[in-house]
């Protein structure tokens, strides 16, 4: 059966179909449309309906505003059912859930990926068959900076980059335009003009510094390293998480080895859910976006803190 072909009003998600293309519009703009819990569960029964309609050729995602397609998950909301004991589980397996349905998605997938497309708005976007980018789109897993990892199966994208460039994006959480999205892959085209490409990005130091499976020693290479891109990198991951900054690592050289996305499920969600409910989430979104301090207290003061026991006990499936 056919969605009506009219907004659904009063949502956070307005659902339509217009001459055989189903749309949706993530209309969060004062929060970049940050997907909530709810959003992902009706974006889910969205393309679950539009799949089984057979006047429905292809499906087209978009979010409401100027500032972007989606800024990730509501990390606010998050922290709040880490903090009084909701459901971290099953936010976690509804957002990823959604992220396989859309690798797998049977009929022409377009993300229009407009202006800041970061963490969970990239598990809606990048894994589609038909990812548009323009002049305004910055993409970025900015993960490490609150205390989680670049899930949403970007890890498994991430890996297969060449040269080590996703290992400085995992880390770093460093952000890149419309011109390295479509040379790296993660972009098919680019509606309007074409921006030029981030230098920084080709440069020999991050193929040179990022290779190995010890995060401190990657640091170390950067902050040593001659070229001030090198040392801008070091200073970055210093700021972030350092328990983050190890498990992504460990995660990014674990999802090379996963045939497709669907095989890194188990791992995706021990994961999301550990980190979430370990020491770092709730005091990096409380210094990020709640208090805004930007002086986040993490667990350990440095990579050198964070034991291979203790990185390695973050990969036990759930029970």
């Not at 009929?107 to 305004?136: F, L, N």
């Not at 994208?157 to 290992?167: I, Q």
């Not at 950067?222 to 990198?233: N, Y």
């Not at 996963?258 to 005091?283: H, I, K, M, S």
Request: charged share 20%; with cysteine.
């Amino acid at each position: 059966m056919s969605l009506p072909n009219q907004k659904i009003a009063d949502t956070t998600l307005h659902v339509g179909v217009d001459a055989g293309v189903g749309t949706v519009v993530l209309n969060r703009p004062a929060a970049i449309n940050a997907l909530s819990f709810a959003m992902l569960h009706q974006l889910t029964e969205a393309l679950t309906a539009f799949r089984a309609d057979p006047e429905i050729t292809e499906v087209e995602l978009s979010g409401a505003g100027r500032r972007g397609l989606c800024a990730g998950a509501d990390v606010r909301q998050l922290r709040e059912l880490v903090l009084f004991d909701g459901d971290v589980r099953g936010f976690f397996e509804t957002e990823y859930r959604l992220n396989l349905l859309i690798a797998s998605y049977p009929k022409p997938y377009r993300a229009r990926m407009t202006g800041i497309t970061m963490g969970g708005g990239m598990g809606i976007s990048v894994h589609g068959s038909q990812r548009v980018v323009d002049a305004t789109s910055r993409l970025a897993m900015p993960e490490t900076q609150i205390g989680l990892f670049p899930d949403v199966f970007m890890s498994w994208l991430l890996a297969r980059l060449p040269d080590e460039v996703g290992t400085h994006l995992a880390l770093t959480g460093a952000g890149i335009n419309a011109a390295d999205a479509l040379r790296l892959g993660l972009a098919d085209e680019c509606a309007g003009p074409l921006p030029e490409p981030d230098p920084t990005l080709t440069g020999d130091w991050i193929a040179q510094c990022y290779a190995g499976n010890d995060a401190a020693e990657i640091l170390g290479r950067l902050g040593e390293h001659a070229d001030p891109s090198a040392r801008a990198a070091a200073a970055e991951i210093a700021q972030r998480s350092p328990l983050s900054v190890a498990v992504s690592l460990e995660a990014l050289r674990r999802a090379a080895g996963f045939a497709d996305r669907a095989a890194q499920y188990e791992q995706e969600l021990a994961l999301a859910v550990r980190l979430a409910t370990g020491p770092d989430l709730v005091e990096g979104v409380r210094a990020q976006l709640v208090d805004r301090d930007q002086q986040p207290r993490w667990a350990h003061r440095s990579l050198a803190e964070v034991t291979r026991a203790e990185v390695e006990s973050f990969f036990e499936p759930l029970p």
